[in-house]
T-cell receptor, first 113, second 118 residues
Framework: AQSVTQPDIHITVSEGASLELRCNYSYGATPYLFWYVQSPGQGLQLLLKYFSGDTLVQGIKGFEAEFKRSQSSFNLRKPSVHWSDAAEYFCASLGSNDYKLSFGAGTTVTVRA | GAVVSQHPSRVICKSGTSVKIECRSLDFQATTMFWYRQFPKQSLMLMATSNEGSKATYEQGVEKDKFLINHASLTLSTLTVTSAHPEDSSFYIC??????????????FGPGTRLTVT
């Protein structure tokens, strides 16, 4: 079964600095991968997704992610964070047969002024 | 984009009572709806998958008699927590998606329902 791992539980970054969130996947075939963001007490919003094709994926809110098969990674990046980017970020993979999403444990991002 | 709503957004109930949570796809027809549970500071745990007109498929360890799911139409799924107890207090999130011809289309998430059982 597919799974994703987010090694970083909590990241603190200064406003204006760059951000990178790590995600590693475990899956034999090419996985379908997603990054979601969740603000406190809210549902999930899709930032971007990778199904196939170009390995650098552009998303909303200035985020991008790069699929690297050699490293089994799908790291999320943003060149310059804003205070509003403080939230919980989840990486997820999709089962090819049952369309079930498997979520990583999440990374909490704190933005300091 | 597609919108999924949940109602209520927050509910407090007494132990032993039942609570129904609605999940609606507002501007599209969802062939599949998913119900998740999220504990504080934790990730989402899939509880069950429901397809319109058929019985829900529950994940291992989820009590189907306690968490009743009904997917009566392509725009509405309900989760009923029966005989709720304090340990059922959690954040419940639904998502709705479509598949056609074996092709996956995006899941859209509702805003969640905060259930507190006293």
């Amino acid at each position: 079964a597919q799974s994703v791992t987010q090694p970083d539980i909590h990241i603190t970054v200064s406003e204006g600095a760059s951000l990178e969130l790590r995600c590693n996947y475990s899956y034999g075939a090419t996985p379908y991968l997603f990054w979601y963001v969740q603000s406190p007490g809210q549902g999930l919003q899709l930032l971007l997704k990778y199904f196939s094709g170009d390995t650098l994926v552009q998303g909303i809110k200035g985020f991008e992610a790069e699929f690297k098969r050699s490293q089994s990674s799908f790291n999320l990046r943003k060149p310059s964070v804003h205070w509003s980017d403080a939230a919980e970020y989840f990486c997820a993979s999709l089962g090819s047969n049952d369309y079930k999403l498997s979520f990583g444990a999440g990374t909490t991002v704190t933005v300091r002024a | 984009g597609a919108v999924v709503s949940q109602h209520p957004s927050r509910v407090i109930c007494k132990s032993g009572t039942s609570v129904k949570i609605e999940c609606r796809s507002l501007d599209f027809q969802a062939t599949t709806m998913f119900w998740y549970r999220q504990f504080p500071k934790q990730s989402l745990m899939l509880m069950a998958t429901s397809n319109e007109g058929s019985k829900a498929t529950y994940e291992q360890g989820v009590e189907k008699d306690k968490f009743l799911i009904n997917h009566a139409s392509l725009t509405l799924s309900t989760l009923t927590v029966t005989s709720a107890h304090p340990e059922d207090s959690s954040f419940y999130i639904c998502s709705a998606g479509t598949t056609s011809g074996g092709v996956y289309h995006e899941q859209y998430f509702g805003p969640g329902t905060r259930l507190t059982v006293t």
